[in-house]
């Protein structure tokens, strides 16, 4: 049995979970609002579409024409009244509902891209998917459906007992007694709950995670014949997720037929009560029909009272899940002005990039990476990071790009005519970069390398694709620069691919290029070809480049080396 202290803690959970998601859907006030309103005026009209149905059945027995027509005509009118308010809601549903869930899962996806990259790069690209889709329905949820239907049950509970206490107390009193079954059930239901949410979304963002690396990687699987391992991988969490959906069903099925029994005697109660008081005359056919109606509507408005709070916990954790996205630092850009001041002088004349005593540890790391290092690259210069793998040159790139920031130390970058500015986010309009990974993107050709300038012309294209030894092959194509390159270019070779990357990065022209293995996959003349021409296009470039071929250090001004405790020297070229 859960103790009153873990009760405690996950009320408290909760109520944390449920201030955030409030904050973060009061921009919906309006439209929540709006439901709320229409809920309640169809409440009320079913209740007053009730009451008139009371009266025409005792007009009908005592054959009161005037009051008959009376009173067909309003059950009528709000009946047929209370049909369209519900199908202009249904519509409203329809269009609003779709505007909210876009807006969530746009601003979601926009707190992932503007997160600090560091924190947000421990999360699988599956796990993020999984709270984009699935939480940000349930967020979505919650301002058009759960919000709202507050209201609108206590509404209709609170009408429904009053029309109730007013024509039979007694009547009230047997309604609820299924009531303290319903509590002790919702506090049982919310331990499990939670539990269940918990480990279903985060089962969810394993599978999720576990299709999109495998299929990424289809060639990898294929290529070593373990196809079958991963069929059985998928199934074995297939299996552990139907288990997980399994047990929650049958607690669901225990508590919703437990649940159903102890509604039914306490309907056959008031339906056995309802019939005594006419049997003795007390009430006419009319009241009878109305308790009838309202006692097992009282019934079940309470229960879905009660029952909200599983609901609740459900969409608590998505909130969770939410939050703990949007809640992540987000990179900072406020030198963006000072950036934008120095972008004439730094494209004219070069940028000279300085790194001074700085030190650089991963927040999973209590070891530095890279320690007191120093260097400089000068406009026009090319220096080179050399190393073993892993001892931190792909974290010199990410610290020259802004994606992280020194413990200790500093990088800044300066122009020729003295103005100067610390290396961040903002700095990154001075810089091209071309990553060791494969990294183009579904679409054509010029797609790939408009994302980096997208009012380019096909010339500059070209021209770029030249100066990358690419155009060689691309011109070839049946569709030149229009051929669609194919999820992580699959259908170009690492060579081709690494070009184009090159030539996306030099269409860009920014007075930085960092290159991290960019000629890993090409032959020595095309190597040469390709550095000879980076060098031609934008003479006061300044370039930095990690490598492990020694062919690419004669183009090189300085070789510094990355030792194993972190430390740069500079060696001899």
């Known amino acids: 049995m859960k103790k009153p202290g873990e009760y405690a803690a996950l009320f408290r959970s909760l109520g944390k979970e449920w201030k955030w998601l409030l904050g973060y859907v009061s921009r919906y006030r309006l439209q929540i609002f709006f439901y709320v309103v229409i809920g309640i005026v169809s409440t009320v009209m079913g209740l007053g579409s009730t009451v008139a149905t009371k009266y025409l059945i005792d007009a009908v027995v005592t054959h009161n024409t005037e009051t ?15 049909i369209v308010v519900n199908t202009v809601t249904s519509r409203f549903s329809s269009v609003i509902g779709t505007k909210v869930s876009n807006e969530i899962r746009e601003n979601v996806y926009e707190h992932i891209v503007y997160s600090a990259w560091e924190d947000i790069s421990k999360y699988h690209s599956g796990d993020l998917l999984n709270r984009i889709e699935g939480d940000v329905s349930a967020l979505a949820s919650s301002v058009l459906s759960f919000i709202p239907s507050i209201f609108t049950r206590v509404t209709q509970f609170v009408g429904c007992l009053v029309v109730v206490l007013y024509f039979d107390p007694i009547m009230a009193v047997f309604a609820f007694l299924s009531a303290p079954f319903l509590v002790v059930s919702s ?96 009430i006419t056919y009319g009241t009878m029909t109305l308790f009838l109606q309202l006692s097992g509507t009282l019934s079940s408005t309470f229960s ?33 002005d000072k950036a934008e001041k120095m972008e004439a002088s730094a494209r004219k004349d070069g940028i000279i990039l300085t790194c001074d005593k700085l030190t650089y540890s991963y927040k999973s790391s209590q070891t530095a990476v890279v320690s007191d290092i120093s260097f400089f690259v000068r406009p ?131 007075p930085v290029i960092v290159m991290d293995e960019a000629t890993s996959a090409l032959d020595a003349k095309t190597e040469e070809t390709v550095l000879a021409n980076i060098m031609k296009t934008y003479p006061n470039r300044t370039c930095v480049i990690t490598t492990h071929r020694p062919s690419m250090l004669r183009y090189c001004n300085r070789v510094y080396r990355i030792n194993e405790d972190g430390s740069l020297v500079e060696v001899e070229n």
């Open 68 to 82: 008959i027509v009376t009173s067909a005509v309003v059950a009528v009118s709000l009946g047929l009244l209370q």
């Open 187 to 282: 506090r049982v239901s919310a331990k499990m709950m939670r539990k269940y949410n918990e480990e279903s979304r985060k089962m969810n963002g394993k599978i999720f995670s576990f299709y999109s690396e495998s299929i990424q990687n289809i060639q990898i699987i294929k290529a070593f014949g373990i196809t079958k391992n991963y069929v059985d991988q998928l199934k074995n969490y297939l299996l552990i997720y139907r288990k997980m959906r399994l047990d929650h069903g049958k607690f669901s099925l225990i508590m919703t037929a437990s649940l159903s029994v102890i509604g039914l005697l306490v309907s056959y109660l008031c339906y056995g009560w309802g019939v005594w008081r006419l049997w003795q005359g007390v």
């Open 304 to 336: 879905s009272i009660v029952s909200l709070l599983p609901t609740s916990i459900s969409i608590a954790t998505a909130a969770g899940r939410i939050m703990e996205i949007t809640n992540l630092p987000e990179e900072s850009y406020i030198d963006n």
């Open 380 to 510: 026009g210069e090319t220096i080179a990071l050399i190393g073993p793998s892993g001892e931190g040159k792909t974290t010199i790139l990410r610290l020259i790009l802004g994606l992280i920031r020194p413990q200790s130390g500093n990088m800044t970058m300066s122009t020729v005519d003295g103005q100067q500015i610390n290396v961040s986010e903002s700095t990154r309009r001075f810089c091209s970069y071309v990553p060791q990974e494969n990294n183009v993107f579904a679409g054509s050709v010029s797609d790939n390398l408009r994302l980096v300038k997208p009012d380019a012309t096909d010339a500059e294209l070209i021209e770029a694709l030249q100066a990358a030894d690419a155009w060689s092959f691309i011109q070839k194509l049946p569709d030149g620069i229009k051929t669609q390159i194919n999820e992580k270019g699959v259908n170009f070779s690492e060579g081709q691919v690494q070009r184009i990357s090159i030539a996306r990065a030099l269409l860009r022209n920014s």
